[in-house]
């Protein structure tokens, strides 16, 4: 059990290195840094490759900068199918794995490094594997992950799936009858070119898509009028995505500087807690600590960093926590004072419980130097004593009640 227990600990830690880093947490940022720096000099050692003159000059540098970053993304692959439960906490090990292994990013993390490798074991395949290298351009897709810009582009997709589908199955139709109309005005002039109705497609799609390639084209007088027609037609039907994602970026941008014009107001108020080794929320992540109905916490200050707290972040010796909590409607208000035993005070050298005090006054706690003392009626007040009393009156000023 112990066992288990300390494993989940080190795969939660590796988890949060792995993950997208935030300002205090320095293992995940260097670990972020690293990868977005392999991953570029693998791509520009794929791009130079190619040239024979940096081929012949720096052919091992290239070699050795390759071996080293696919390293890398082998380790990283293996380090986060070890992290896969942490990914998909309700699933189990087993079905945590396979969730990531047939993810997108897990294909992805896959295809940057296994290329390289199965020529080792086929080298039959070598120049089919080979191509397959290209996939490790499909990793910079890892990189929106930081940037929230990158983010908009990917809301975007998915909140117009449906516009943007409908739009792609519009230029399907739209492609395949223009074939078959192209077959019927042009087949008796060119047999060869539109053998049959498919044989239109390519020419469909370069006139739709506005690029106009010009290896098939009509030679009638029916079929160029066609063609006219179909070329205004692809430029209003290329303009539907373009306009879908053109105002879904409008939306978003709109929504995320307007997001709090809408909404209601609220009363918060707020405490800052600061956490010490003996707290139980240390080494705990925010989703596991138990708050109460209406409270949240609002912001971690670590080493002089703010982070938003997210379900993934581990509290830490030495954090502040901002708390806050909904203001209660129609409640009393309360009073809040701090008042230091001065050395004439009257309460020096008392018992509390023979203390008189006002109605609906209650002491909240005591505080004598470092230490905070729960307030009993055996607990003697003593001179420098900092006593925090909270009360539905107007609590009388400091110089009020000392003597």
């Known amino acids: 059990m112990e066992k288990n227990r300390g494993f989940n600990e080190f795969r939660s830690k590796l988890f949060r290195i792995i993950s997208v880093g935030y300002l205090g947490d320095f293992p995940s940022v260097v670990y972020d840094v690293i990868g977005s720096a392999a991953l570029v000099l693998n791509l520009v050692a794929a791009v130079l490759s190619t040239f024979d003159d940096v081929q012949s000059v720096c052919g091992s540098v290239l070699e050795q900068v390759e071996y080293w970053t696919v390293l890398f993304f082998a380790i990283d692959y293996i380090l986060r199918a070890i992290c896969a439960k942490c990914m998909y906490p309700d699933k189990s090990e087993f079905k945590a794995f396979i969730a990531y292994f047939f993810s997108l990013l897990g294909i992805i993390d896959l295809l940057s490094f296994l290329p390289y490798y199965l020529p080792f074991f ?16 499909l990793r910079l897709f890892r990189i929106n ?23 792609v199955f519009i230029i399907a139709v739209m492609m395949l009858a223009s074939s ?17 109705a498919f044989s239109g497609i390519w020419w469909a799609a370069s006139t739709l898509l506005t690029v106009g390639y010009g290896d098939i084209y009509p030679v009638t007088i029916m079929g160029k009028v066609f063609g006219i027609i179909l070329a205004f037609l692809g430029v209003l039907i290329v303009a539907i995505p373009t306009g879908i994602i053109s105002a879904g970026f409008v939306e978003q941008y709109t929504k995320l500087k307007h997001m709090g014009d809408y909404s209601k107001s609220i009363d918060m108020h707020f405490i800052k807690i600061q956490l010490s080794t003996k ?31 997210n379900g993934n972040i581990v509290f830490e010796p030495g954090d502040k926590v901002v708390i806050g909590a909904q203001a209660l409607k129609n409640d009393t208000p309360m009073n809040l004072k701090e008042v230091t035993l001065g050395p004439t005070h009257p309460w020096n050298d008392k018992f509390i419980k023979d203390l008189n005090f006002p109605r609906q006054t209650i002491l909240l706690s005591i505080k004598r130097g470092s230490r905070t003392i729960v307030p009993k009626g055996g607990v003697k007040l003593k001179q420098g004593d900092t006593i925090v009393v909270i009360s539905k009156f107007h609590l009388p000023e400091e110089d009020e009640i000392q003597v």
Request: net charge positive.
């Open 180 to 196: 078959l109309c192209m077959y019927s005005l042009e087949h008796e002039a060119q047999p060869d070119v539109f053998e049959n």
């Open 145 to 167: 992950a930081y940037y929230d810009s990158l983010n908009v582009i990917t809301e975007i997709i998915k909140n117009k799936a449906q516009q943007l589908l409908s739009s």
């Open 279 to 309: 707290d139980k929320w240390v080494n705990k992540k925010v989703r596991e600590v138990e708050m109460p109905h209406g409270a949240l916490i609002a912001m971690i200050q670590r080493q002089g960093n703010t982070i938003i707290p």
């Open 122 to 137: 086929f080298p039959a395949g070598a120049t089919a594997f080979r191509m397959f290298r290209v996939a490790r351009v």
